[in-house]
């Protein structure tokens, strides 16, 4: 089946660094991806929608400049934490939409992230 | 607006049947997904409804009204192993997910 593969799969880091986060199709490739956030015990919040060679649409209420989105090939797309505080601490989901399996999304392992 | 109410928890014991529901109201409906996800792990896919009514997959079903706006998960034998946190999300445009708030199923023995 698709493998949509997440990476790093847990980081810390100290406040005011930026952290990249990996998001990659590993069997298809995905136009669109999706970036989520799910704070502990609550549910995945849409951030933004990723789209190859143009610009992500961000969600209301989602800094642009802060979550900074790159989906430069048909199989990867990135997201930076910029000048990361400890309120971004949170466990960070991508998806990836398989046009050619009847637009299946699949989702990658996640990235837990601690900032310290 | 959109928004998803699904119960916060559910606790049945091993063997037994359990139903959760799910009521939706969205803009821009294509289908009804359902997730499930383990402490600590990224949510695995369940199953979808894009038509009314039931969706069989093993143990697991799926049924959607959409002009009730309303659909459910029903998890037959249960397992321990299905303790987890079973999300619905409703299948927006371009591909868009937007998820319930989830609920914990616990699975006594």
């Known amino acids: 089946g698709a493998v949509v593969s997440q990476h790093p799969s847990w980081v810390i880091c100290k406040s005011g660094t930026s952290v990249k986060i990996e998001c990659r199709s590993l069997?298809?490739?995905?136009?669109?991806m999706f970036w989520y956030r799910q704070f502990p015990k609550q549910s995945l919040m849409l951030m933004a929608t990723?789209?190859?060679?143009?610009?992500?649409?961000?969600e209301q209420g989602v800094e642009k400049d802060k979550f900074l989105i790159n989906h430069a090939s048909l199989t990867l797309s990135t997201l930076t934490v910029t000048s990361a505080h400890p309120e971004d601490s949170s466990f960070y989901i991508c998806?990836?939409?398989?046009?050619?399996?009847?637009?299946?999304?699949?989702f990658g392992s996640g990235t837990q992230l601690s900032v310290l | 607006g959109q928004s998803l109410e699904q119960p916060s928890e559910v606790t049945a014991v091993e063997g037994a049947i359990v139903q959760i529901n799910c009521t939706y109201q969205?803009?821009?409906?294509?289908?009804l997904s359902w997730y499930q996800q383990h402490d600590g792990g990224a949510p695995t896919f369940l199953s979808y409804?894009?038509?009314?009514g039931l969706e069989e997959t093993g143990r697991f079903s799926s049924f959607l009204s959409r002009s009730d706006s309303y659909g459910y998960l029903l998890l037959q034998e249960l397992q321990m192993k299905d303790s987890a946190s079973y999300f619905c999300?409703?299948?927006?445009?371009?591909?868009?997910?937007?998820f319930g708030q989830g609920t914990e199923l616990s699975v006594k023995p």
């Open positions: 998806s990836a939409r398989d046009i050619s399996n009847n637009e299946k999304l699949f």
């Open positions: 969205t803009s821009g409906f294509y289908g």
């Open positions: 999300a409703v299948v927006s445009q371009g591909g868009k997910l937007i």
């Open positions: 069997d298809f490739q995905a136009t669109t």
């Open positions: 409804n894009a038509l009314d």
């Open positions: 990723s789209n190859e060679g143009s610009k992500a649409t961000y």
